[in-house]
């Protein structure tokens, strides 16, 4: 069993920048991929970016490319998403996610056990 805790949301006028936090505490290993969702209301939940313990498989949505990076302190157990240049398209609630999985953009597909956050919102007002 995984727990997931995220922080670091908030609300940000658009052109800011933020700093979202997941620790994970129980049973890790490195053959776990951790990734970001997000949900706006009314829209399905996106797949923002996805990355494995190790670094070597990383993933970002066309939405987040050039203004997101993602990173792990594996000493911490903490994943990080440093978002920049938000725009008012980028408010919803952001999920971490977790799971074992060949390559990370299978986190959250039905084959495969996901854990996730309970979330953090961020709001971006134009």
């Known amino acids: 069993q995984v727990q997931l805790v995220e922080s670091g949301g908030g609300s940000v006028q658009s052109g800011g920048s933020l700093r979202l936090s997941c620790t994970a505490s129980?049973?890790?290993?490195?053959?776990?991929?951790w990734g970001w969702f997000r949900q706006a209301p009314g829209k399905a939940r996106e797949g923002v970016s996805c990355?494995?313990?190790?670094?070597?498989?990383?993933y970002y949505a066309n939405s987040a490319k050039g203004r997101f990076t993602m990173s792990i302190d594996n000493a911490k157990n903490t994943m990080y998403l440093q978002m920049n240049s938000l725009e008012a398209d980028d408010t919803a609630t952001y999920y971490c996610?977790?799971?074992?999985?060949?390559?990370?953009?299978?986190?959250?597909?039905?084959?495969?056990?996901?854990?996730w956050g309970q979330g953090t919102q961020v709001t971006v007002s134009s």
């Open positions: 996610a977790a799971a074992r999985v060949p390559v990370c953009r299978l986190i959250g597909n039905n084959g495969y056990t996901t854990y």
């Open positions: 129980g049973t890790t290993s490195d053959d776990y991929h």
């Open positions: 990355i494995s313990w190790s670094g070597d498989d990383a």
